[in-house]
């Protein structure tokens, strides 16, 4: 079976699952399903991912408490807290999970018929989702839902169809960035409310590209570059940029210290930091900047969560790590990963499985080769729609060959039905990829 993909480029009591305490290196952690994000709170690590599963741990992933878990049901895609106690969980089918009591009961919510890409919740009333087709806001928890719609700019969401990000801060203030393309350095602009969703209106910063988008604290922020100096002989020059704000249209610069953004830029930010390298999370989200230091490892993601002393990524495989508070940061010795968005908003499904979250970098960089490059790719999809095993042909080198399959494993599709069965799968098909030479 051929598909065409299209890359922008019940409460349960605790179980204990263990193994031996995390070291400084990466090292897998037993989760006890398929891991497909994680996020943190406190010393917490949550991971949630197939057979409708939440899991905590306490230690930095050596040991999980299962918390809920549905088996054969949905795929969770999604889990954040938005405080200590309040937290929330999406994924396929509509399914909506929240917590007020710190993550020990789940309790679940009507949604649409349709599979959350990206949700964002300021409370257990207000939230903010977005599905293939279109994106919705609530003010009831879930009982009712209503459409997102500009009123400055009708057309916006056809110039700008790529959500990049949702981010929900209190009942009056949601706002989403919007991407010409998937990439994280395309153009952008938000679509904000201040009155609860009753009206929205596009926003535009001038100047920036912006690679995350985030609730942290109680403010919207946003993390990227900027270009400085336009006027001057020679023309203008990009560094590093955050801006904050507390209703998505008036920005104010953070003071913090940048500095470590400088080389590869700080991306794939959470609200513990920002990956600045492949080997160091810089935090400027508070009073001052600080630095956590981890192992550089080609297999980082930018599916990944922190506390103060461990941090865990979610690949093909859940993997956790310690990490060392640091006077500044460390230069790794890979690049840190790209972030992707979901597919454009009202793309028809392609014929055949119908793939969720198929990212891949658009730009791909080694030394041995450069152009464009068309190679084969051979999945294994199993019947909840993970990826159990991906196969490149045709690579123009071992390591473009390894990093596509890395990917790959961490694709996501639609379970396959027949008969009114979920099957597992074997797919073929082709991707296209851009290589270029290393700076």
Excluded at 224 to 238: A, L, M, N, S
Excluded at 357 to 364: A, K, S, V
Aim: charge should be negative; aromatic fraction near 8%.
């Amino acid at each position: 079976m051929r598909v065409s993909l299209f890359f922008c480029v019940l409460a349960i009591a605790p179980i204990a699952f263990g193994q031996p305490g995390i070291k400084s290196s990466w090292a897998p952690s037993s989760v006890p399903f398929r891991a497909l994000a994680v996020a943190s709170t406190g010393s917490a690590i949550w991971a949630c991912g197939t057979d409708e599963s939440i899991a905590e741990s306490n230690d930095g992933g050596a040991h999980w408490q299962l918390k809920h878990q549905t088996p054969d049901g949905n795929l969770l895609l999604n889990i954040q807290f938005a405080n200590d106690r309040f937290g929330y969980a999406a994924g396929t089918g509509g399914l909506i999970l929240t917590t007020q009591d710190g993550g020990e009961t789940w309790t679940p919510h009507p949604g649409p018929n349709a599979t959350i890409l990206q949700i964002s919740f300021a409370d257990p009333d207000h939230g903010l989702i977005r599905t293939p087709d279109a994106m919705q806001f609530t003010a009831d928890g879930g009982k009712s839902w209503s459409p997102v719609s500009t009123v400055n700019d009708p057309n916006a969401l056809k110039t700008f169809p790529y959500t990049y990000s949702l981010a929900a801060i209190d009942p009056d203030h949601m706002a989403v960035m919007l991407k010409q393309g998937s990439a994280q350095y395309e153009p952008q602009e938000f679509l904000v409310t201040i009155d609860g969703g009753k009206s929205w209106q596009i926003v535009n910063v001038p100047n920036v590209t912006l690679y995350s988008f985030l609730p942290v604290g109680g403010n919207y922020w946003a993390v990227g570059t900027e270009v400085v100096g336009k006027d001057r002989p020679g023309g203008g020059h990009g560094v590093p940029v955050a801006l904050y704000s507390s209703d998505g249209v008036n920005w104010t610069h953070s003071t913090n210290d940048l500095s470590a953004c400088g080389p590869e830029m700080c991306v794939a930010c959470t609200p513990q930091g920002c990956l600045s390298s492949n080997g160091t999370i810089t935090d400027f989200f508070s009073q001052g900047t600080t630095y956590r230091t981890f192992l550089s490892d080609s297999k980082l993601t930018t599916k990944w969560a922190a506390t103060n002393s461990a941090m865990c990524m979610v690949g093909s495989t859940l993997l956790c790590s310690e990490l060392s508070a640091a006077e500044k940061p460390q230069e790794g010795d890979t690049p840190v990963p790209a972030v992707v968005a979901p597919g454009p908003l009202g793309v028809a499904p392609s014929s055949g499985p119908h793939c969720i979250f198929c990212q891949l970098d658009r730009m791909l960089v080694d030394p041995k080769a450069q152009g464009m490059f068309t190679v084969k790719l051979s999945l294994d999809i199993a019947r909840d729609g993970t990826v159990t095993a991906a196969v490149v042909d045709g690579a123009p080198t071992p390591q473009i060959k390894s990093r596509i399959e890395q990917q790959a494993e961490q694709w996501l599709f639609e379970p396959y039905m027949k008969d009114g069965t979920r099957v597992n799968l074997k797919l073929n098909t082709k991707v296209q990829v851009a290589v270029i030479h290393p700076r």
